[in-house]
Structure formats: C-alpha cells, structure tokens
C-alpha cells in the first residue's frame, strides 16, 4: 500500500495525484479523506497495490497548471529538518518533503509538510 499525506495553507486544495516512475508510467492516486477550511485543508492518498517507483520519479499535483516535483529513493543519514531528510519543493507557501523509506523489500515515500 502506499500512503500520501498533505496539507495546504492558503493554497489550492488537492484531491487526486499523480506518481510518475522514470519509465513514464503514470499511478493515478485519488484522495480518500481530506477536511479543509476556507484557509486550510488536509487530505490522505493511498493506493492498494504494488506500484513501480524505483528510480526517480516525479509526483504531480493535476493542478491549472499541474507542478511537478521530482525525486530519488535515497537514504538519508540524518536530519534536523525536513528538507535534509528529502527533496523539498515549496509552492504558494506550501512545502512539501517526499521522504524515501525501505519497508523490507519495498519503497515508502511519505510526503511531510511542516506543521
């Protein structure tokens, strides 16, 4: 299974994305539960199933116009913040980390916000 959380803050609210592997396939991840207020939202992602992420990658939020954020599952040694544990994207105010994770023989990424 993989699991995507986000939040926003004065930004537009998602409600599906996309997880592209290196090979141009494209998972298509429709939101599960969000809540939001005029100002704020939050949503979860998840898609059961295997999906091939291996190598990089790029999530794209399918927004007017979609952005796009590109990333490799790599190991981090260590972090005091959030953009030293992964790549860090930050648009209208929202950052984004998508943090890579080996989970036995399978790839976790989660995407953090800073609260």
Same mark, same amino acid.
């Given at each position: 299974?993989?699991?995507?959380?986000m939040a926003g803050e004065q930004a537009p609210r998602v409600d599906r994305l996309e997880l592209v592997n290196e090979r141009g396939e494209v998972f298509d991840i429709p939101s599960n539960m =969000?809540? /939001?207020?005029?100002? #704020? /939202?939050?949503?979860? !992602?998840?898609?059961?199933?295997?999906? #091939?992420?291996? =190598?990089?990658?790029?999530?794209?939020?399918?927004? +007017?116009? %979609?952005? $796009?954020?590109?990333?490799?599952? $790599? +190991?981090? &040694?260590? =972090?005091?913040?959030?953009?030293?544990? =992964?790549?860090?994207?930050? !648009?209208?105010?929202? *950052?984004?980390?998508?943090? %890579? &994770?080996?989970?036995? &023989?399978?790839?976790?990424? *989660?995407?953090? *916000?800073?609260?």
């Open positions: 299974m993989t699991y995507i959380t =969000g809540a /939001w207020t005029p100002n #704020d /939202w939050t949503a979860s !992602f998840w898609h059961k199933g295997k999906l #091939d992420l291996s =190598g990089a990658i790029k999530l794209r939020l399918p927004l +007017q116009p %979609a952005r $796009e954020v590109e990333a490799r599952l $790599e +190991q981090a &040694d260590s =972090g005091a913040s959030y953009a030293e544990l =992964g790549k860090t994207a930050t !648009f209208n105010g929202l *950052s984004v980390t998508a943090i %890579a &994770d080996r989970v036995g &023989d399978r790839a976790r990424i *989660s995407l953090i *916000s800073p609260p």
